[in-house]
């Protein structure tokens, strides 16, 4: 191999990146963050009505409306909070350069949101009678994380 070839800073030299693309959406502010673990210490009786607060304060925190739709009071709620999570996740990955391909792993605690919400969503679908999204979610997930199980989110599977 020359000199020319073994250069890392050459342009020519092709890497290979060994798969698809990845994608790891930005973290939730602090206080975003904070205000939602602090919703969540709430008494139960009081979680959910503290868990739409932050909601209100931050209609853009992913893991804010995945919360909410798991302490829904119903599966139409669920499937509602779910579902906006599901498209204000869709729309911070585009924004993150996410092409509509590629892998967004769970290990990456910052799309955690984005996937209980994908998640979340397949399993109100199935509650609510929806088979052919909830078996689409399915398939979603383990295309954006191979290694997805359902056990990842808490829901019940």
């Given amino acids: 191999m020359s000199q020319r070839e073994q250069s890392s800073s050459d342009p020519s030299v092709v890497r290979l990146t ?60 669920a499937y509602a909070c779910f579902r906006v999570g599901y498209h204000r996740g869709l729309d911070a990955l585009r924004r993150s350069g996410w092409k509509g391909s590629g892998l967004i792993r769970w290990e990456n605690r910052s799309n955690r949101g984005f996937l209980r919400s994908v998640d979340g969503l397949r399993l109100a679908a199935g509650a609510i009678g929806e088979r052919d999204e909830e078996e689409r979610c399915g398939q979603f997930l383990r295309q954006l994380d191979p290694s997805w199980r359902t056990d990842h989110t808490g829901f019940p599977a």
Avoid at 26 to 50: F, G, K, N, T, Y
């Fill in 18 to 77: 060994g798969g698809p693309p990845e994608t790891v959406l930005d973290p939730e502010p602090d206080q975003v963050a904070a205000a939602l673990e602090a919703a969540r210490s709430e008494p139960v009786e009081r979680r959910r009505h503290a868990v739409a607060d932050v909601v209100r304060s931050h209609p853009t925190s992913l893991d804010a409306w995945a919360e909410l739709g798991s302490l829904a009071r119903d599966d139409v709620e």
